[in-house]
């Protein structure tokens, strides 16, 4: 029995690989299967949903919280990516752009930079071009940076730009010329743009005006029609009429629906809390450095970075006594050396730029700037009295600190984790824990402890520079294990963390992370979580338990968190963070919900910042948190959610019932095209050893080969898909390039594995069949489609699908040449074939022309209604003056009111000339848009044989 594949085969497997597809269901297939990740038919109907119409402008993708909107917008980035349309900027806050970079290379190997000031500094001094513009990559900054350089990115022809956590631009349409918001819609107009945000809408329908304005300026027409139309209404058909309007550019999904539907198990969060007390000597310091960084007159704090500053080193306060120790002995020597507090002083906290890029993003550059460029004012000019003795109580702070020994906090940790990892085991999960800790200093000191308390040889830590002994050994161990795969990124960075997590997968229970070393990292596989320093910031906090509280997760989450009950501002950020911010219990997601309506968690940091340094008593501090609360209250608001879920997302039954059959369509699109990737292999590769047990994998160049990720990463094989520049690329290159003359070939259905009844029923038959590559080029967009012209020896047409299905059956070329091919019924077949696929394709234009002439005649309507508005106000206005012109008996008051009636009627009748003129005006703006559109949908077709061949199925 063989099961041969010829090169003809290869050369349609290759062309069935690449075509881009008419329909929705082909559309996304390279990209589904080529994504390191379950992915869910939610996301892909969100991805189908952005990718639908080539008139599009771009959407918005408001699904709720924990439903992967970044899976989402990564599958459109890889279609465009795979389209060869990689001017793509992604605009993220700035803590999430390495978790955005990692996402991308990780699950869609997808190459892309990230861009601050400090990296195009470092690139210009190595003679590197900056990256902007040269499709090398996917450009990620953050909305600070992309605000300073909107100048640059006007002048660049973005095929995509994705705008994650969107509703920090909600407020464009009321915002300044030179907010951030108003550059960055100037810089990036007529740009298609994807707005990813749980929390589209917070306090009124004028923030989903604005973000919709950022995709397209005319889409609601202006401002005032908006606001008449739907601004301060109410009514169910003034809402009704809304949801019909969003319906193309807006998409919601919520966690209940996909939950119904079955394709989504949602995990809980389980908070525990650990008191501890300080010893004396440990509250000694507390009180001590905490009334210091009070004094407003100290000298090492600088004054122009002042507030950063302060909120770094009650961090490093917080965290730990050799964390102190280490910071005084820093700030000590730059006071002898008549300096002020700089960022070199603050490395204890792992990542200190990424939260001066936050401060940035806040407002708070100047801040941020002046520690990081050691720009302040330095201590040169200060009385060296006062100096000398502000160096002399530093001394003493950092004396009594080095004689600390021991900390109440660690000491809580030895004591509870035992239990807490017995508890995670009886539960199903894995014996690991992740610890967080913002000190580099405080991690080594949990390390030590840890391992001379019954961990030995269990600890791993993660940081942003992992130097220590243990790390390398580890790197290079992981280094030589991946050799030669596509694990290895050649980021040292990247391929560092990534030799760590695997270290924690398999090997090791304790990960002690800092936020900058975990960032984008997945730990799913650990569902235990302590922060054992706890940010003030509720976004890092979501983002640490986003680590473990993920897709994958198989069990609940549990969160630890450390409590000094000495500590009232303590208690009651604790209180602040679990109770308004509902961060550390609930279901996957429902806290970011929460977070979502947050234009910034640095502001909140710098609230408490100022509760924390002002309030001296305990009362005070209690007053100060209810009021902080109290705001809070009024922006979590639960009936606004409801509001925005009623408006934003369609009706259960009908979602779901599009989710299931998005199911079935996904997963055999997928399998279609895995089975035409391995067909390939096949046929390409006659050395290769396919695995008689597993149809997906096969051994060829001394590695195994498989079309399943997840089994390939555990096992350490080569993921064999497209979009890699690996094997399969050059596989499909090599197939396509190869010119085949006509050709017979025996097709043998015995030697199939698998049943396919119209194929079995042309047992004993022979006939002919030419594949050809049908390209239809319009100016929006290009698609193509596989044309098969196929019969039997009696002149019986084949059915393209039993065509393309018989093509997968095993074959072997037994004439090189034939000669008497019935070219005229070939041809025939083939243009009857093309006529078809040219109707479709036009029917389904049809349809993207009729749905932007709708949305031209709603904007045409917009037009009408404002100034309707005013009509109407206007004319009752003249009515009721007029009416009180009768009633007046005063004749000089009668005339009055009758001149100030016909002034306004005057301004009616102004109005309703604007409006008719303006009508007129619209009418002919129409019309050439209509043109414009129609234009971008012509078609020309364009068909290139790929090959002929007699066929015969034995």
């Given at each position: 029995?063989?099961?041969?594949?010829?090169?003809?085969?290869?050369?349609?497997?290759?062309?069935?690989?690449?075509?881009?597809?008419?329909?929705?269901?082909?559309?996304?297939?390279?990209?589904?299967?080529?994504?390191?990740?379950?992915?869910?038919?939610?996301?892909?109907?969100?991805?189908?949903?952005?990718?639908?119409?080539?008139?599009?402008?771009?959407?918005?993708?408001?699904?709720?919280?924990?439903?992967?909107?970044?899976?989402?917008?990564?599958?459109?980035?890889?279609?465009?990516?795979?389209?060869?349309?990689?001017?793509?900027?992604?605009?993220?806050?700035?803590?999430?752009?390495?978790?955005?970079?990692?996402?991308?290379?990780?699950?869609?190997?997808?190459?892309?930079?990230?861009?601050?000031?400090?990296?195009?500094?470092?690139?210009?001094?190595?003679?590197?071009?900056?990256?902007?513009?040269?499709?090398?990559?996917?450009?990620?900054?953050?909305?600070?940076?992309?605000?300073?350089?909107?100048?640059?990115?006007?002048?660049?022809?973005?095929?995509?730009?994705?705008?994650?956590?969107?509703?920090?631009?909600?407020?464009?349409?009321?915002?300044?010329?030179?907010?951030?918001?108003?550059?960055?819609?100037?810089?990036?107009?007529?740009?298609?743009?994807?707005?990813?945000?749980?929390?589209?809408?917070?306090?009124?329908?004028?923030?989903?005006?604005?973000?919709?304005?950022?995709?397209?300026?005319?889409?609601?027409?202006?401002?005032?029609?908006?606001?008449?139309?739907?601004?301060?209404?109410?009514?169910?058909?003034?809402?009704?009429?809304?949801?019909?309007?969003?319906?193309?550019?807006?998409?919601?999904?919520?966690?209940?629906?996909?939950?119904?539907?079955?394709?989504?198990?949602?995990?809980?969060?389980?908070?525990?809390?650990?008191?501890?007390?300080?010893?004396?000597?440990?509250?000694?310091?507390?009180?001590?450095?905490?009334?210091?960084?009070q004094d407003p007159n100290t000298i090492a704090l600088g004054?122009?970075?002042?507030?950063?500053?302060?909120?770094?080193?009650?961090?490093?306060?917080?965290?730990?006594?050799?964390?102190?120790?280490?910071?005084?002995?820093?700030?000590?020597?730059?006071?002898?050396?008549?300096?002020?507090?700089?960022?070199?002083?603050?490395?204890?906290?792992?990542?200190?730029?990424?939260?001066?890029?936050?401060?940035?993003?806040?407002?708070?550059?100047?801040?941020?700037?002046?520690?990081?460029?050691?720009?302040?004012?330095?201590?040169?000019?200060?009385?060296?009295?006062?100096?000398?003795r502000e160096i002399k109580k530093l001394t003493e702070y950092r004396d009594l600190a080095r004689s600390i020994s021991d900390n109440a906090k660690g000491k809580a940790l030895l004591d509870c984790l035992p239990t807490v990892l017995d508890e995670i085991t009886n539960k199903g999960g894995q014996r690991k824990a992740v610890i967080f800790t913002e000190s580099v200093r405080t991690q080594t000191y949990l390390r030590e402890i840890l391992e001379q308390n019954g961990f030995e040889g269990q600890t791993v830590v993660?940081?942003?520079?992992?130097?220590?002994?243990?790390?390398?050994?580890?790197?290079?161990?992981?280094?030589?294990?991946?050799?030669?795969?596509?694990?290895?990124?050649?980021?040292?960075?990247?391929?560092?963390?990534?030799?760590?997590?695997?270290?924690?997968?398999?090997?090791?229970?304790?990960?002690?992370a800092t936020e900058s070393g975990a960032e984008g990292i997945n730990l799913q596989f650990c569902s235990l979580l302590i922060n054992y320093d706890l940010p003030w910031n509720p976004q890092r906090v979501e983002q640490r338990i986003g680590r473990c509280h993920r897709y994958g997760q198989k069990i609940d989450v549990t969160v630890i968190n450390f409590l000094n009950r000495k500590n009232h501002a303590e208690a009651r950020i604790h209180q602040l963070l679990e109770q308004k911010f509902k961060l550390f219990e609930g279901v996957f997601g429902s806290s970011d919900e929460v977070l979502g309506v947050i234009e910034s968690g640095v502001d909140i940091e710098r609230r408490i910042l100022d509760i924390v340094q002002s309030c001296r008593s305990t009362d005070e501090i209690d007053q100060a948190f209810d009021r902080l609360q109290e705001e809070f209250s009024a922006e979590i608001d639960e009936a606004k959610r409801n509001a925005r879920d009623k408006l934003l997302a369609e009706m259960d039954d009908k979602v779901i019932e599009r989710l299931l059959g998005r199911k079935e369509a996904v997963n055999s699109a997928i399998g279609d095209f895995k089975r035409a990737l391995l067909g390939l292999a096949r046929a390409e590769l006659p050395e290769a050893r396919f695995h008689d047990d597993h149809a997906q994998r096969f051994d060829y160049d001394g590695m195994t080969w498989s079309t399943e990720w997840p089994e390939a990463d555990e096992r350490g094989w080569r993921f064999f898909r497209l979009g890699d520049e690996g094997l399969a690329d050059r596989l499909v290159a090599q197939a396509r390039n190869r010119e085949l003359p006509p050709a017979a070939l025996r097709f043998d259905y015995g030697a199939y594995d698998g049943n396919m009844g119209d194929v079995e029923r042309l047992r004993g038959q022979s006939g002919w069949m030419r594949v050809a590559r049908l390209v239809l080029n319009t100016p929006a967009r290009v698609y193509d489609e596989l044309v098969y012209a196929a019969f039997t020896e009696d002149g019986t047409p084949l059915h393209p699908d039993t065509a393309e299905r018989l093509l997968h059956v095993p074959a072997q070329v037994t004439d090189a040449h034939v000669s008497d091919l019935p070219e005229e019924e070939l041809q025939r077949v083939q243009d009857a074939r093309q006529t078809e696929i040219v109707g479709q394709a036009q029917t389904m234009l049809a349809t993207f022309l009729n749905e932007e002439e709708d949305r031209l005649d709603a904007w045409r309507e917009d037009a009408k209604v404002s100034f309707d508005q005013q009509i109407k106000a206007l004319t009752k206005e003249a009515n009721e003056k007029k009416k009180l012109a009768r009633a007046t008996l005063g004749l000089e008051e009668k005339l009055e009111l009758q001149r100030e009636a016909k002034a306004i009627q005057r301004q009616v009748d102004d109005l309703q000339h604007q409006l008719y003129t303006r009508l007129r005006e619209i009418d002919e703006e129409r019309e050439r848009m209509l043109d414009e559109i129609a234009e971008q949908l012509n078609l020309t077709p364009e068909m290139t044989p790929l090959f002929t061949i007699r066929w015969s199925l034995a």
């Open positions: 029995m063989t099961t041969e594949l010829s090169e003809y085969q290869a050369k349609f497997f290759a062309n069935y690989l690449t075509s881009e597809g008419i329909f929705e269901n082909d559309t996304l297939a390279q990209s589904l299967s080529a994504a390191k990740v379950d992915l869910n038919p939610h996301q892909v109907d969100a991805a189908s949903f952005a990718l639908r119409s080539p008139l599009s402008k771009g959407v918005l993708l408001a699904d709720e919280v924990g439903l992967g909107k970044t899976i989402e917008a990564a599958l459109v980035i890889s279609q465009r990516w795979w389209e060869r349309e990689r001017k793509i900027l992604l605009v993220v806050p700035a803590a999430l752009r390495k978790q955005w970079a990692a996402e991308l290379h990780e699950k869609f190997s997808l190459p892309s930079v990230i861009l601050d000031t400090k990296r195009i500094r470092d690139l210009e001094k190595a003679g590197n071009p900056n990256p902007l513009g040269r499709d090398e990559g996917i450009i990620i900054m953050s909305y600070e940076f992309a605000a300073r350089v909107s100048d640059t990115l006007r002048h660049i022809a973005w095929n995509l730009v994705v705008f994650d956590e969107a509703h920090k631009l909600r407020n464009v349409y009321k915002a300044a010329e030179n907010s951030r918001a108003s550059v960055l819609r100037r810089a990036l107009a007529g740009r298609q743009k994807l707005l990813l945000t749980a929390t589209p809408l917070q306090n009124n329908l004028m923030e989903l005006f604005g973000l919709i304005s950022l995709i397209d300026e005319t889409y609601f027409g202006s401002e005032q029609a908006f606001r008449s139309e739907f601004g301060g209404r109410e009514g169910g058909a003034s809402q009704a009429l809304l949801a019909k309007r969003l319906e193309p550019i807006c998409k919601r999904t919520l966690r209940r629906q996909v939950q119904r539907a079955g394709l989504i198990n949602y995990t809980n969060r389980l908070p525990k809390t650990f008191d501890f007390t300080p010893d004396q000597l440990e509250s000694d310091l507390y009180d001590k450095v905490s009334a210091y960084l004054q122009n970075g002042r507030h950063l500053v302060t909120l770094m080193l009650r961090k490093i306060l917080g965290s730990s006594s050799f964390a102190v120790t280490q910071t005084l002995d820093k700030m000590i020597r730059r006071l002898e050396a008549k300096r002020v507090v700089g960022d070199d002083t603050l490395d204890d906290l792992d990542g200190f730029s990424e939260h001066a890029d936050e401060w940035r993003e806040a407002g708070a550059g100047a801040e941020a700037d002046a520690v990081e460029d050691d720009s302040d004012e330095d201590a040169e000019r200060v009385d060296p009295v006062k100096l000398e993660l940081n942003g520079s992992n130097s220590d002994k243990d790390s390398k050994a580890l790197y290079k161990a992981w280094l030589e294990k991946h050799r030669g795969t596509d694990v290895v990124s050649g980021s040292k960075t990247a391929d560092m963390k990534a030799a760590i997590v695997e270290a924690f997968r398999n090997d090791r229970k304790i990960l002690i």
